[in-house]
C-alpha cells in the first residue's frame, strides 16, 4: 500500500557548495514536494546487501512543486504539432535521467521547453560502491541536482526513484506523468560489467531486457501515442565485412529481393541485450502498432554541455575506469596523471564516435519529429569514426601542446574481438533532420584534457588498468578486494 505525504521543504544550499547561481547567495529556496513510498519488486535488490536479508526496496516519488506552462514558439523544439492540445509542451519521461548520458538529456530538454521527468533507480551509483570505483568529477545527489536546476532556471524537472522492472511502479508513474515520449536510457550500459561474472551477466540481461518489455508494456496499456525514443549501440552490428546501413539492408538473394533488418553480430551480454530489445520493440511496433525510433548510438565522449556547464551541482559523471570508462575520456585521463595510454591489443579497433553535446542535441531531433504509429526507425546516432590507434595519436598530440608527456603501450585485449578490420557505418538520417555535429577538434580534446588536469587528484590509478576478462568470465562471484 502506497502512503502519501505532502510537505513543504525549505531547502538552503549547503556552505560547502557555491550557490547555485550568483543571484542566489544566502537565499533560501522554498520547494514544495510530495514523497510516495512503497515497496518495490525489484530485481537487483539482492545487489544491496547480502548481510540484510529483511531489508526492502523502497520506491520514493519526489515531485516537485509545478512551475508555470510555458508555450513553445517553434513547434519542433518542446511541443509536437500532432498532439491535440498544442498549446501544452511536450512531457518527457527520461528513464535513467541521473546517469551520464540521461543527466545530460533530461537538462537539455528542460532548458529547450519540454516538461521533464527523470525515472531513475539510482542502481548506477551502486555499481560505484560495489566495485570501489568513483566519477572523475565529483557529482551531487539526484535530489541537489534538480535542487539547483530549479534554483537557476525556475523550471522543475519531477523525478521519480524506482526500478522499471517493477511493473507496478512504472505503471503509477505513466499515470502519473502522462508522457507523451519516453528517452529510455535505463540500462546497464557497460560490456565489460556484463562480463564480470555470471550474476553481472543475468542482471544485465534482466534489467535491461525485461525492463523495456515493461515499458513496451506501459505504452501499451496507458499512452498509445507516446513515442518510444530508445538508445540503442553500434555494437549491435559488430565488425562486418560489408558497409553498416542504418537498421535495415535490401539483399537480393536467389533472384528474390527484401528489405530486411541489418544482421547483429553483438560481442558481450550486455551488446545481446541491446539486440533483445531491438527485437521486441520491432515486434511489438508491428504487432501493437507502437512508434519508436532505436537510437544506435556510438562512444559518447566529453563531459560538459550547455546546461551542465551552468553550475558545479550540475556536472556530469566522467568515468574513467576500467568498466565503465570509454576510450577516448580514459585517454584523457590517463594522459593528465601521467599513465600511458592503454591500447587494448593491436589498436585497430574501429567505432563511431560522438561529442555528448550531440547526444541531446539528437535525442531532441528524435522527440520533435516522432515515428509514426507502427513505425520502428532506426538512426546510427555517431559523427565520426576513429580507430583506437587514431585517438591515442589525438590525445598524444594534443597533450605535448600542454606540456604533458604522453605515452602509450599495448597491453593484451581483455575482449574477444577483430583488432584489425573494415568499418564503414552510414549516418545520414539524423543529419537530415538538422544535426549539426561537434566534431573532434584539437580545442574540444585541450579542454577535455584540462578538465581532466582538473579533477586528476581524484583519480585512483589502481582503476585505470582492464581487469575484466571477456574468457575468464566465470560462475563464481567477483569481489572488490581490500586496499
Known amino acids: 500500500m502506497a502512503h502519501l505525504l505532502s510537505t513543504s521543504l525549505s531547502v538552503k544550499i549547503s556552505s560547502s557548495n557555491r550557490p547555485c547561481g550568483q543571484p542566489l547567495n544566502q537565499v533560501r529556496t522554498t520547494l514544495a514536494s510530495s514523497f510516495t513510498i512503497k515497496t518495490s519488486k525489484s530485481p537487483f535488490k539482492r545487489l544491496v546487501s547480502k548481510g540484510d536479508r529483511t531489508r526492502k526496496s523502497c520506491v520514493v516519488l519526489a515531485t516537485a512543486a509545478p512551475v508555470s506552462k510555458e508555450v513553445s514558439a517553434n513547434p519542433r523544439s518542446g511541443s509536437d504539432e500532432s498532439r491535440s492540445d498544442s498549446s501544452k509542451p511536450q512531457r518527457v519521461m527520461v528513464i535513467g535521467g541521473d546517469g551520464y548520458c540521461g543527466w545530460a538529456t533530461a537538462l537539455h530538454l528542460s532548458n529547450k521547453g519540454y516538461e521533464v521527468a527523470i525515472v531513475d533507480s539510482l542502481v548506477r551509483r551502486l555499481f560505484d560502491h560495489q566495485l570501489g570505483l568513483d566519477s572523475l568529477t565529483p557529482i551531487s545527489s539526484i535530489h541537489n541536482r534538480l535542487r539547483c536546476w530549479k534554483a537557476i532556471t525556475g523550471k522543475t524537472i519531477e523525478l521519480y526513484i524506482g526500478d522499471i522492472c517493477d511493473f507496478e511502479f512504472l505503471s503509477e508513474t505513466f499515470n502519473s506523468f502522462e508522457p507523451d515520449a519516453v528517452v529510455h536510457f535505463g540500462e546497464q550500459r557497460s560490456a565489460p560489467y556484463s562480463m564480470i561474472d555470471r550474476s553481472r551477466a543475468l542482471f ?63 560481442s558481450s551480454f550486455y551488446h545481446l541485450s541491446k539486440v533483445h530489445d531491438s527485437n521486441n520493440i520491432a515486434f511489438t ?131 574477444v ?45 589502481k582503476q585505470i588498468m582492464p581487469s575484466v576478462s571477456w574468457k575468464k568470465i566465470g560462475v563464481k562471484p567477483q569481489t572488490v578486494p581490500a586496499n
Open 417 to 461: 574481438e577483430a583488432e584489425e578490420h573494415y568499418y564503414n557505418a552510414k549516418h545520414t538520417k539524423l543529419i537530415e533532420l538538422g544535426l549539426k555535429p561537434h566534431l573532434l577538434s584539437d580545442s574540444l580534446l585541450d579542454s577535455l584534457l584540462n578538465f581532466a588536469i582538473e579533477f586528476k587528484d581524484r583519480v585512483d590509478t
Open 204 to 266: 544485465t540481461q534482466k534489467n535491461n531486457v525485461i525492463g523495456t518489455l515493461n515499458v513496451l508494456f506501459a505504452i501499451k496499456e496507458f499512452r498509445e501515442e507516446c513515442h518510444l525514443v530508445k538508445l540503442g549501440t553500434m555494437g549491435e552490428y559488430g565488425t562486418p565485412n560489408i558497409d553498416i546501413e542504418e537498421g535495415y539492408i535490401t539483399i537480393t538473394h536467389n533472384g528474390r529481393t527484401d528489405t530486411l533488418p541489418y544482421p547483429k553480430q553483438a
Open 285 to 415: 511496433c508491428k504487432a501493437w502498432g507502437i512508434r519508436a525510433t532505436d537510437l544506435n548510438q556510438g562512444v559518447v565522449y566529453g563531459v560538459k554541455t550547455d546546461e551542465t556547464s551552468m553550475h558545479e551541482q550540475l556536472c556530469n559523471r566522467l568515468d574513467y575506469d576500467g568498466v565503465f570508462g570509454t576510450a577516448l575520456n580514459r585517454f584523457c585521463v590517463q594522459a593528465a596523471v601521467g599513465h600511458p595510454l592503454t591500447v587494448y591489443g593491436k589498436g585497430g579497433q574501429t567505432r563511431g564516435y560522438l561529442d555528448i553535446r550531440d547526444t541531446v542535441q539528437c535525442v531532441e531531433l528524435a522527440i520533435a519529429n516522432p515515428a509514426k504509429p507502427g513505425e520502428f526507425r532506426v538512426f546510427n546516432q555517431f559523427t565520426e569514426q576513429f580507430s583506437v590507434n587514431e585517438l591515442a595519436a589525438l590525445v598524444t598530440k594534443a597533450g605535448k601542446k600542454l606540456g604533458l608527456d604522453v605515452q602509450t603501450i599495448s597491453v593484451p585485449n581483455p575482449r
